[in-house]
């Protein structure tokens, strides 16, 4: 019977002895997945990312490799998520209250959604085939008064938020939405593309899609390839648009995370702190609307030294995730 046993199987069947106790969840785990969902996915991505680059250097992406990189991922997250969980402390926090909420509140949040959407299908309406210069170049000018009202309506939630705890967890949704609607501006305009290198890249990955392996295999980019080529096996999506999306939306999603619980343990007594989110915008973000990954590493650099202040052990997995993704940004994560 031992002899019929393939590579998949031998894995398989050695999980749950060498890793048996992963499996055995407790209320630790339990809690720290209900309490941080996002940080548990950002460290699901980064185990990802460290394994199935793994898998690509020694062996491939073809079927094989990509159900071997989410066993053995999946392994090692939760193996990460019982350690963290157990060294986790948890604010005590009153509960999120919709009640709480005014009318008022209602009618602002309502606003920016409106107003924010508008602005999207401004940007829609102009999106370009053109070798554009910039993307600002065909976007009309009442584009910029749309955005302007929004991100005030969104000073203004930020503000009224100080003692209410509701309105404060709603303005985190908001913040990541105007982020993701600050990073993706190029993404929509540009109907082919933005850049050079994502074509590169994504040419690449479609030969690794089709023949499981693309030589030479550097250790570098090794991260975004196999993180994108896996989920794009497990979902269908398009290579291109996964490729597209993968920097502006983890970004939009983990970066207002991240600046949170830095904020909350440096600015807790700050009734705007929520301000800091805005004003980190004014920063130049530019590597963060294009998905290359020397960009996907630098955001990974930037999120390891945000955890660095509060997670060191999610700090170390993202940062070996930087290293696999593209080592410039990789090495000084790990410094």
Known sequence: MAGNLNFIDIIILAIPVYFGN?????????KYLKTKPLEALLGLFSTVIIV???VYKIYALNWTGVIISLVLGLVFWLGFIKI????????SKEKIQIKSLKIGHWILIISYLLISLAALYTLWQSRSGEALVSPWAVIPNYFFILYALATAILLFLIIKAQNNKTLY??????????????FIIAVIIYKIGYGYDPFIHQA??????????????????????????????????????????????????????????????????????????LIALVIPF????LSTPQNLAFLFLLLAVLYGATNYRLTLVLA???????PLAGVPALV
Request: neutral net charge.
């Open 52 to 54: 199935s680059a793994g």
């Open 286 to 289: 530019s590597f963060f609307i």
């Open 320 to 326: 070996l995730a930087a290293c696999l993704i593209h």
């Open 169 to 182: 967890s709603l303005n985190l949704i908001l913040i990541s939405l105007h982020y993701l609607f600050s």
């Open 84 to 91: 963290v969980a157990k060294n986790t402390v948890y604010d």
């Open 22 to 30: 992963i499996f055995c969840y407790d209320d630790s785990m339990i």
């Open 204 to 277: 690449t990955m479609e030969l690794i899609d089709k023949q499981g392996a693309v030589e030479p295999k550097p250790f570098y980019y090794l991260g975004q390839y196999g993180l994108l080529v896996i989920i794009h096996k497990i979902t269908g999506l398009s290579l291109v648009i996964l490729d597209k999306l993968l920097v502006p939306i983890m970004a939009a999603l983990f970066l207002p995370l991240a600046l949170n619980d830095f904020i909350n343990k440096y600015f807790s007594k700050n009734k705007y702190r929520q301000l800091l989110f």
